[in-house]
């Protein structure tokens, strides 16, 4: 995976002086939890019910226990004339690489789904949430307090590799007034949406993978927020995922 795909900011800076009050942990437990990514633009038009779909993902009981969803916005549809407000060309070029890099095909479109690394297209048929089977995914557990993040993967079946790790902050609750583009004078909502994403380079030896980092995420108390992390092989496989919603006092 080259560079570009990276994120390489350590420490993630958002705008509103509100810091983490108390500790927050998150245990995957062992069966594998699945990461299902949509890949979506506000200039889309096509893009609203795959949204909807998403946003109704709240009300499933497996949420963050089996599966969790996010939406990276992407800026390539931005010149119909409305800017995405929580695009990154970043996310256009993590999609970009899936495509090229691990599907060997140049395709790319909004909405897209992403199951666990690989295109999901039957959501177009069915629009329902593909069926998972149970697996053993190893122990991931991180934890935050105030600006201190700490991860810790066990997997007994992985006894020395190079992995990534990925962060992300998930908002919702969203209501964005479209003004101009496809979507004009629509009022879009969004859930699960990728604020920030930062991957960085990580290793399990001897079965345990150990990261500590400096993280402060600075955000209004008054919305919701989820936080998320995830590991991947160099080959983008999913290895194990945890996360929850972040919750002020």
């Known amino acids: 995976m080259n560079n570009i795909f990276l994120k390489t900011t350590l420490i993630l800076f958002l705008v509103v002086n509100i810091s983490f009050s108390k500790e927050f942990k998150f245990n995957s437990g062992e069966n594998k939890i699945n990461v299902i990514e949509l890949y979506t633009s506000e200039g889309c038009s096509s893009c609203p019910v795959a949204e909807k779909w998403i946003s109704n993902l709240k009300y499933n009981n497996n949420v963050f226990k089996e599966f969790i969803p ?52 039957k959501w177009f048929t069915n629009q329902d949430i593909p069926k998972f089977t149970k697996e053993y995914g190893g122990n991931l557990v991180f934890t935050i307090n105030n600006s201190n993040l700490k991860v810790d993967y066990f997997n007994k079946n992985i006894k020395n590799k190079k992995v990534y790790l990925n962060i992300a902050l998930l908002g919702f609750d969203y209501k964005i007034n479209i003004k101009s583009g496809e979507n004009k004078r629509r009022v879009l909502e969004h859930d699960f949406v990728v604020l920030d994403h930062i991957q960085k380079f990580a290793e399990i030896k001897n079965n345990r993978l150990i990261y500590n980092m400096n993280y402060i995420m600075n955000k209004d108390k008054k919305r919701k927020y989820a936080l998320v992390a995830w590991i991947n092989s160099y080959d983008t496989k999913i290895l194990q995922a945890s996360g929850g919603y972040i919750k002020y006092n």
């Open 70 to 121: 996010m939406s990276f916005h992407v800026t390539y549809w931005d010149f119909l004339g409305w800017k995405d407000s929580f695009a990154d060309i970043m996310y256009d070029t993590r999609q970009r690489y899936y495509a090229i890099k691990i599907w060997k095909n140049k395709s790319i479109y909004t909405p897209q789904f992403v199951v666990d690394a690989k295109e999901y297209r």
